[in-house]
């Protein structure tokens, strides 16, 4: 009976990982057509993907916003933890509750409710709205690990750094901060894997300049090609090293 839920299991990931598979596979073809049976190996379509200057311009892009997105989601989500854990304030359940709203809305209801407030406030449409949308959902993410981080920190040290006479800053900053620095490294990479893959609200709040995946969106209408797939793969795998890198972090 445990083998033959063990070969379900399998079965059941692998085809719920079959198209990322074949994506994987056909990166490596000679083959210009994704069709089988593959004739030849190559490493070929993974260099033109680095030499091709529109998806580099994207991938820059795409790290720019991933990067600042991130930094600005980590500062308000440890502060809102903090304040959440070890502080009370009127409207703090409410606070809590409803910080998951980003990640449990559709992405296409936060794009559309963030292009109307970018319209209605004048705001022209850029990486800096792109930015700002990202950060809304990785704030949370950032957010839930910190609290969940603090929630299993006794507050006697920072009360014992206050006895010594440290300021509330000097106690974040040698106490506090030093027991989250991995609880905060692995949010923030999360939140950057969740922006570096993002379309749906990116579609919404872009302008003129593509990230990589909507660089990507945009050639798949004219089909998949190797090079596309080289560039998935590559996407597949940064994002696959930061998710693994926060949950090994969060869990220290």
Request: avoid cysteine; charge should be positive.
């Amino acid at each position: 009976m445990k083998k033959l839920v063990t070969l379900f299991t399998v079965l059941v990931f692998l085809f719920m990982h079959l198209p990322i598979i074949v994506i994987i596979i056909f990166s490596f073809s000679e083959g210009q057509i994704l069709a089988l049976p593959i004739k030849g190996w190559t490493l070929d379509w993974y260099r033109q993907a680095l030499q091709d200057d529109r998806l580099r311009t994207g991938l820059m892009n795409s790290l720019k916003v991933a990067t600042a997105a991130t930094v600005l989601a980590s500062i308000l989500g440890t502060l809102g933890a903090v304040a959440i854990q070890r502080y009370r304030f009127f409207g703090r359940q409410a606070f809590r509750a409803s910080v998951v709203f980003p990640i449990l809305l559709p992405g296409i209801i936060t794009g559309v409710a963030m292009l109307t407030f970018f319209a209605n406030a004048n705001l022209p449409l850029g990486l800096l709205t792109v930015i700002i949308g990202h950060a809304t959902f990785g704030f949370p993410v950032v957010f839930n690990t910190m609290a969940a981080r603090l929630a299993r920190l006794p507050r006697s040290l920072e009360e014992a750094a206050a006895d010594l006479g440290a300021t509330p800053t000097q106690a974040f900053r040698r106490v506090l901060l030093p027991s989250i620095r991995s609880a905060l490294i692995a949010g923030a990479l999360l939140a950057f894997t969740l922006s570096f893959d993002e379309i749906i609200v990116t579609i919404f709040l872009t302008g003129n300049q593509n990230t990589l995946p909507m660089e990507i969106w945009a050639r798949l209408r004219f089909g998949m090609t190797p090079e596309i797939n080289a560039t998935v793969t590559m996407v597949l795998v940064l994002s696959g090293l930061l998710v693994v890198t926060g949950q090994w972090l969060s869990r220290e």
